[in-house]
């Protein structure tokens, strides 16, 4: 091949092309566990209603629910992923393998975010949130029926393969948050004068992008680590339940959905999905959350 700008400007398309096919071939799962924030700066800044009770009868003048702000921010961060391409290559016409590995760069430029907010989950027993403590932890506060603050824990201590209760029923409020502040954008580098293409007799094609995934509502959310069986299935389902507004009205929280990895699949199956338990009688926990097992869990 007569290699012109002509001719690089048409490899660059077809690349391109690939790479977006590639992309489009993925179904994000992401968007399960994580509420999408769009991000117009460096990094966003993050607070939560403190205190906030629920609706009262005006009776006098408005009471005044502030806005109190943290110092926790979530810092977007830049990605790439790059392919090289040697001029003899593209000398030689020897381009075929190319298009394939330019559509597994679209796959897995595509699929990263899912590797990013489901990694993240696991890592909440030994990463903050927004409120200063373990996003799995036994000292997050919260109130009673009797309007008393108290601890609250969202954790169950264990060594075992991790899983997760969620309450995934609001699509405005998740327990993670991906933070999008420039999607991918596919780009290359084929200019002659160029000191990559000077010196090292390559053309550069990639993909980047600019985002960062981080922890939401913990108030969704519990993790543990215990055996999955009956007695702490049913102990996190309560603790979730169990979260009042400091005026004692329920916070409404339930679980929805049960996570877990291929490791606990059978135990999670047994749980939800059999029409009876092992003593022969109905299965009371039967379809009482919905399943997901991902393969970014133990």
């Known amino acids: 091949m007569i290699i012109t700008n002509a001719t690089l400007a048409s490899l660059a398309q077809g690349f391109n092309a690939a790479f977006m096919m590639g992309f ?31 609706v009262r009868e005006w009776i006098g003048p408005r009471q005044y629910n502030n806005l109190e702000s943290t110092n926790a921010q979530l810092k977007n961060k830049d990605w790439e992923h790059t392919i090289a391409v040697k001029r003899t290559a593209i000398d030689d016409d020897k381009l075929g393998i190319y298009t394939n590995l330019f559509q597994i760069q679209g796959e897995i430029v595509g699929r990263h975010p899912d590797d990013l907010v489901w990694g993240l989950l696991p890592q909440g027993f030994t990463l903050t949130g927004f409120d200063g403590q373990y996003f799995f932890d036994t000292d997050h506060r919260t109130f009673g029926r009797d309007k008393v603050e108290k601890d609250w824990s969202n954790v169950q201590a264990g060594a075992g393969a991790p899983w997760f209760l969620l309450d995934l029923s609001r699509s405005f409020m998740k327990p993670l948050i991906f933070q999008d502040r420039k999607k991918p954008q596919f780009v290359s580098r084929t200019d002659p004068g160029d000191s990559r293409v000077f010196d090292l007799n390559e053309y550069v094609f990639g993909a980047d992008a600019r985002y960062n995934a981080g922890f939401g509502f913990h108030q969704l959310a519990f993790g543990s680590k215990a055996a999955l069986n009956a007695a702490n299935y049913d102990a996190a389902r309560l603790a979730l339940a169990s979260q009042f507004r400091p005026d004692g009205s329920p916070l409404g929280v339930r679980a929805t959905h049960l996570v877990c990895g291929a490791s606990n699949e059978m135990l999670a199956k047994e749980l939800l999905e059999r029409e009876r338990d092992a003593a022969g009688a109905d299965n009371i926990r039967r379809n009482t959350t919905q399943l997901i097992v991902s393969p970014w869990l133990e």
Request: aromatic share 10%.
């Open 24 to 54: 489009g071939s993925v179904t994000p799962s992401w968007q399960q566990i994580a509420m999408t924030i769009p991000s117009t700066s460096d990094a966003e800044n993050y607070g939560w209603m403190k205190d906030m009770p629920g």
